[in-house]
């Protein structure tokens, strides 16, 4: 959030920042609450562009912030503000024009063919920024944009692995908000965390949350850091297992155990014992590792409270302390105080003795 106040011009330094937001000079809302969702810190500002995700079966859009490694883990120096500004002046806007001249990019496909190479969507896109890198290549050339910008969104785009994190967060949330704000339903559409509270939302409870103490993430970090400088979990990027993603089809992305630790085993392990806790299985979205099952998806709070089994998350780490890019990454596992506080909600709401 200090990046986000020096990215828009409204303090210089991370002392005024600071001094701005303590103050309540700056008014900060959930993301969730307005359609959008962001990565770890996750701050959306006035003058970020945003991906827009539309969900055509229910007619309602999501959005999500580019995806970085610095300005979103709490780092504010001048590198991490120019990578925000290259975001909002060169990448954004020339990525608007391709999209507009291709008439929208249609992203099931390429969640379909990610999750058939490897991909688990939360914390790794290589297949999926790739294809998504390949279409817009040809989005680009097709709308006759300048060649110098050209040329540095498409340095972007292919070089940037995560890429498509944001667009997927944006999807996920599309997904889930339709399936929210429905009588009885004791399906879960929202799980974010803010590196203090873990909070989740249900379908027929309306906007409320049910929140408990942020978990600490089992993880492995980068060289020079350890488990002593980790905040707490956090981010909205859990609406990727909201929705079946992540640590839900991790089994089937044996790639990103480097990353976050585990064996292939338990991978496999955690995905099938995620079918424990939902609703169905994707008619479209497979795991060719686990026999190409359906994901899981539609987490149900009393599934959850009756096993004691709560959703699985791969996730990155912030530092505690304001001013590092991301320092590792690892899984959590949702709180089950949250769900059984719903639950408790729930049979109060419907008279349910």
């Not at 359609?35 to 006035?46: D, E, F, L, N, R």
């Not at 007619?59 to 909002?88: H, M, T």
């Not at 169905?280 to 190409?292: E, Q």
Request: charged fraction near 20%; hydrophobic fraction near 45%.
């Amino acid at each position: 959030t200090i990046g986000a106040v020096i990215f828009e011009g409204w303090a210089k330094t991370f002392d005024k920042a600071q001094a701005m937001l303590e103050k309540g000079d700056i008014r900060l809302e959930p993301n969730h609450h307005h359609q959008a969702v962001g990565p770890m810190a996750g701050t959306i500002s006035p003058s970020m562009p945003v991906w827009v995700v539309e969900n055509k079966a229910f007619g309602n859009r999501a959005y999500c912030r580019q995806v970085e490694p610095k300005q979103q883990f709490g780092a504010f120096s001048e590198d991490a503000i120019k990578g925000l500004q290259l975001w909002r002046d060169v990448w954004a806007p020339t990525l608007r024009q391709a999209l507009q001249k291709m008439g929208g990019l249609e992203l099931a496909p390429i969640i379909t063919k990610a999750l058939q190479m490897g991909d688990e969507l939360h914390n790794r896109h290589t297949a999926s920024s790739s294809l998504f890198a390949n279409e817009m290549a040809k989005g680009m050339v097709a709308a006759e944009l300048p060649k110098k910008e050209t040329m540095m969104t498409l340095g972007y785009v292919t070089g940037h692995n995560l890429i498509f994190l944001g667009i997927a967060m944006a999807a996920g949330k599309a997904i889930a908000d339709a399936a929210h704000g429905i009588e009885y339903s004791t399906v879960v559409t929202a799980m974010a965390r803010n590196g203090t509270e873990f909070g989740i939302r249900l379908s027929g409870l309306s906007d409320e949350w049910f929140t408990a103490p942020a978990p600490v993430v089992d993880g492995l970090y980068l060289t020079g850091f350890a488990a002593s400088d980790a905040g707490l979990d956090m981010g909205d990027s859990a609406i990727t297992e909201t929705v079946g993603w992540g640590g839900f089809v991790i089994g089937g992305a044996p790639g990103i155990l480097s990353l976050v630790g585990g064996t292939p085993e338990e991978a496999i392990a955690y995905s099938k014992e995620m079918k424990n806790i939902t609703t169905t299985t994707h008619p479209v979205y497979r795991m060719p590792a686990l026999g190409s099952i359906g994901t899981s998806m539609g987490i149900d709070i009393r599934k959850v409270v009756d096993t004691n089994i709560t959703p699985i998350i791969d996730t990155a780490i912030a530092h505690k302390d304001p001013g590092f890019p991301i320092i590792g990454a690892g899984l959590v596992r949702a709180p089950l105080e949250c769900f059984k506080s719903a639950l408790i909600a729930f049979g109060k709401k419907y008279n349910l003795g």
